[in-house]
């Protein structure tokens, strides 16, 4: 079941929180939504959970439309929300039990859903437990599972790794991916790292509107523009290999590498690529190429690009 954002805008008062944006999130699709604070994140998966109503534009998911037809794009809809509100006197199973009613789960069928989920989340040996009992790590093991109670087919989790240690969040990337597999997945996240291993696409919005979307490799490559790999050549007279390099018809600048012997930075023209060059050349002149590595710009350079 997709989500399909179709020109959402939200305005509170005079002030435009989104911005008449679109996209598409695929059946078996995880898709990391990023953004500064305040970009509007929140505001659109409050919208797509019928928490909001659009000030125009409009939100299906699958054939649902949130104007025409909430109730039942809630039944669609697990979401876990940033603070992952929970009844912390209750125990897991009778907690998992009250949502479960809370969803219309039929009566003979809510215990096997609660120990699906228990399963399913890892909380085997938490069950029993008070959720006030728990880490933070199972608590969100906990919001997971009630998310997922009544058997979605979207998943909205707006920062599902917050607080977490890095074994917990190891543990909640790969839950989330087991289950991407089979739904549609809407992930808002700030630990960039977590989103480029857990997802998908990546779609990150600034003040209200889209300002990138892609996987991250295609996000990267787009942020770097033109191809640069950090190369060292032995048996050669640096000055010499760098005149040589200069001159291939695909490069466009070469500079020393400070502190590496033979080491150069290569940059090639647009929209083309000098490595196979580089490779004849070093053959030509009897060099030794020990070394070629692409430079690749990280996420968070992409990020920052595109947000400042």
Not at 127 to 140: A, D, F, M, N, T
Not at 248 to 275: N, T, Y
Request: glycine share 8%.
């Amino acid at each position: 079941m997709d989500i399909i954002v179709d020109h959402f805008t939200k305005d509170y008062g005079n002030q435009r929180a989104v911005d008449d944006i679109s996209f598409r999130v695929v059946t078996g699709e995880i898709l990391g939504f990023l953004g500064p604070n305040g970009a509007g994140k929140t505001t659109t998966m409050k919208a797509i959970t019928t928490f909001l109503k659009p000030t125009a534009g409009n939100i299906r998911v699958g054939s649902h439309s949130i104007l025409d037809e909430p109730e039942e794009v809630k039944k669609h809809i697990g979401y876990l929300p940033e603070n992952n509100p929970l009844y912390t006197d209750l125990s897991v199973i009778d907690y998992l039990g009250f949502i479960a009613r809370l969803h219309d789960i039929p009566q003979e069928r809510v215990r096997e859903r609660i120990l699906e989920m228990v399963v399913t989340c890892g909380l085997e040996g938490e069950k029993h437990k008070k959720i006030g009992e728990l880490s933070k790590g199972y608590r969100q093991r906990v919001g997971l599972a009630q998310a997922l109670i009544h058997d979605p087919q979207v998943l909205v989790l707006d920062e599902p790794t917050s607080g977490l240690d890095p074994n917990q969040i190891i543990e909640i990337r790969d839950l989330i991916r087991r289950i991407g597999k089979e739904k549609t997945v809407l992930l808002s996240s700030h630990i960039l790292a977590e989103v480029e291993a857990t997802c998908d696409r990546i779609l990150i919005i600034n003040k209200g509107r889209i300002v990138a979307d892609g996987t991250a490799d295609e996000l990267r490559r787009q942020s770097q523009g033109s191809e640069i790999v950090n190369i060292t050549i032995e048996d050669g007279m640096a000055d010499e290999i760098f005149q040589a390099l200069r001159e291939l018809e695909s490069v466009e600048i070469v500079s020393f590498l400070e502190g590496i012997a033979g080491g150069f930075e290569v940059q090639s023209k647009p929209e083309l690529s000098s490595r196979r060059e580089i490779f004849k050349l070093c053959c030509n002149r009897g060099w030794t190429l020990t070394r070629m590595t692409p430079f690749a710009a990280s996420l968070e350079d992409v990020f920052r690009e595109v947000t400042r």
